[in-house]
């Protein structure tokens, strides 16, 4: 099994935006093979941010990398840039294999 996670940090007051984006989009996950469950949590806030993750299991690595050149993956993703004013900075990929 695969995870796959996305840290953001949201601008003080726009958490609800951020929530709003993610609730109202078409992940077109439930196309894509291997793809198990996805989850958005929110983590802490401090005085500049608060932290968000994505979590995405799928059964393995290479079908998470072979989701990331798909057209779905595209087709997902195609409004990504329209709410800059949301973030503060880029959000932070990390990957794991789960090994239990």
Known sequence: MFIAMNRFKINLGREEDFEAIWRNRDSYLSEV??????????????????????????????????????????????GAGANRDIYQGAPNFEGFDVVL
């Open 33 to 78: 093979p291997g793809f198990q469950k996805f989850n958005l949590v929110r983590g802490a806030t401090n005085d500049e941010f608060t932290l968000y993750a994505s979590h995405a299991t799928w059964d393995n690595r290479k079908v998470f990398e072979d989701w990331t050149h798909s057209d779905s993956f595209k087709k997902a993703h195609a």
